[in-house]
C-alpha cells in the first residue's frame, strides 16, 4: 500500500507520447522529463483525478501540477481538481516548479487565490535553497537537488554527449588554458566578458558568447541597467564604449536547438584547454546546473564567477572545487574578475598542464565518477513532501 497518491490533471490524452500535461497544439510537459530521472522512481501510486475513488480515501493524496517560476505563475487545473482540493481534506496541492532558482512566492499566492485553492493545502517543490522548508506568502516549500539529477540522467542516456573519459584526456595536446560558455543574456556574463577584453587573455581561452542569436537592444539593456552595477564607476563610459563596439556574439560550436547544449561537438572545445570558468544560471542563488556538471564531465579543474556559496555546496556534497589552483575565493564583480584573470594569463600553459597531471586528476576523476554515482531517491523526496502537509 503506498504511503500516498499523486493525481494527475489535464494529461495529454495519448496512449503513445508518454505521459504528460498539457495540450500537443499548446505547451506540454513530460512527467519523464520531470520525475523519471530520480532514483525508484514509479508511476505505481499515479493516478489521472478521474479515477480518485480509485484510491485509498485514508491515504493522503497530492494533486500534481507544474508551473514555471519565475516565468509565470500559472496553475492550470480543472475545476474537477480544485474541488477535490478544497473538500477532501486528505488532497493537497503539490506544485512542481524546478527548472529555475528564482521563485516569486507573492504572485504564487495571488493566483492560488484567485483561482479558490487554500494557500495552507498547497506545497511548491522548487530549486531554490533558501526556501526550503519555509512557508512564503502562506504556501510551504521545499528544495529538491532536481539539476544534478537530470544531469546525470542526460550524460548516460543521451547519444551525442559531450564526455571525456580519463583515458582519452591528454593534456599535452590543449593549446589554450580555459574555457568559458556564455550562452544566454545574464548580467554577470557581460561584465566578466568586459573585463575579459580588458585584461587582454581572451586569445588564451575558447570564448562563447550570447549565442545563438541575440536582440541587441536586449543586451545594451541589460548591460546598462544591470552589468555595470559591478564595474567601478570610473570605468564606466569605457564599459559603453567597449559595449558598443568590442562586445558581440561569439561562437564556437554548432548549437542544438534545445536550450541546453550537451552536444559533442563541444568536446573538442574542452579537451583543447585546461580548466573550466563557469557562468552558472545565478551569482545570487545557490543554483547549480548542467554547466558545472558537464565541466566535471569532461574532467575540468572549474571555477564558477558569483556566488563562493556554489562552491561550498559541492563540497558538502563531497565534490572536488579548485580554490587554491585559481588562487582566487570569490568572483562577484569586475574587480576580482581581473584577479582570476591575471592568475590564470601569469601561468606557463606547459607548467599548468604538469601541475594539473601531477596535483589534480585524481581529483578530476573523482568528481566524475562522484557524479555519476549520487543518489537522488524519489522515495525521499516524497517523504519530504508528507512531511511538509504533516
Known sequence: MPECYFLLDKVVNSPYIGLSFGSIDNNVHSLDHLFGHFDGFSYNNFYHVNQYKLTNPYKIKFVLTYTHMPLNTNIDLSKDAIDIINKDEKTFLC?????????????????????????????????????????????????????????????????????????ELNLKSASKKFICLNRNIKPHRIWLMYSLLKSKILEQGHVSYHLPSISKEDHVRCAKEHAIRRIPKELHEDFKYTLMRNMYTRMLDPLHKHVINYGNSIKYYYNDSLVSVITESDTHDN?????????????????????????????????????????????????????????????????????????????????QQLFLSRSAKWDNIVDTIIETIS
Open 95 to 167: 506544485i512542481f516548479s524546478v527548472l529555475e532558482s528564482k521563485i516569486t512566492p507573492a504572485e504564487l499566492s495571488a493566483e492560488l487565490q484567485r483561482q479558490g485553492i487554500p494557500l495552507n493545502k498547497v506545497v511548491v517543490v522548487c530549486s531554490n535553497l533558501e526556501s526550503h522548508n519555509k512557508k512564503i506568502e502562506g504556501v510551504k516549500y521545499i528544495c529538491i537537488n532536481f539539476w544534478e539529477s537530470i544531469s546525470r540522467h542526460h550524460h548516460k542516456t543521451l547519444p551525442d554527449m559531450a564526455i571525456t573519459m580519463p583515458d
Open 287 to 367: 543554483f547549480i546546473t548542467e554547466k558545472t556538471y558537464k565541466a566535471m564531465m569532461n574532467l575540468h579543474p572549474f571555477f564558477i564567477v558569483g556566488n563562493p556559496a556554489q562552491h561550498t555546496l559541492l563540497r558538502k556534497r563531497g565534490y572536488h572545487t579548485f580554490e587554491d589552483l585559481f588562487e582566487v575565493n570569490d568572483v562577484g564583480h569586475y574587480t576580482t574578475a581581473m584577479k582570476l584573470w591575471k592568475n590564470i594569463k601569469k601561468k606557463d600553459i606547459n607548467l599548468l598542464k604538469q601541475n594539473i597531471e601531477k596535483n589534480y586528476m585524481d581529483k578530476l576523476v573523482h568528481n
